[in-house]
């Protein structure tokens, strides 16, 4: 990896060359893809951002919501397995009625509600804006 430009600088780039020098000279199809491709350029970014922050967060809430305090995983990928596997086992929990009423389907809601606006804020932050 090099210092600069880091990734995020290299994507801003590539975005903002498709944005102001591309997009203006097309039009039809070609012009929409173009959009397409500068707007994918930026959640790729928002996401290499946020993630790892984000994760660390809904890891969290998930541990909370098992009733578990242990340590966070160690790592990206062992924070991404663990993401999956603790909302793998929440979901078993949901289709069992777990969550039908009481305190805990009020943790879960909170839970799934702030998730989903993490997840747009790296999506489309414009929609979370409103």
């Not at 970014?45 to 966070?72: F, K």
């Not at 069992?96 to 998730?115: I, N, P, W």
Request: charged share 30%; glycine share 4%; with cysteine.
């Amino acid at each position: 990896m090099q210092d600069r430009p880091t990734v995020q600088e290299l994507l801003d780039a590539v975005r903002v060359f498709l944005e102001e020098d591309v997009v203006p000279r097309l039009d039809g199809p070609r012009r929409y893809h173009a959009l397409v491709a500068a707007n994918v350029l930026a959640i790729v970014n928002r996401e290499l951002v946020a993630e790892e922050t984000s994760l660390l967060a809904e890891w969290r809430r998930l541990a909370s919501l098992a009733g578990d305090d242990p340590a966070p995983p160690v790592g990206l990928a062992a924070l991404r397995a663990a993401v999956r596997d603790a909302t793998t086992t929440l979901a078993g929990r949901i289709r069992c009625g777990d969550a039908d009423d009481g305190a805990f389907r009020d943790a879960v809601r909170a839970h799934l509600r702030e998730t989903v606006v993490e997840k747009l804020r790296v999506a489309n932050p414009r929609f979370v804006a409103r």
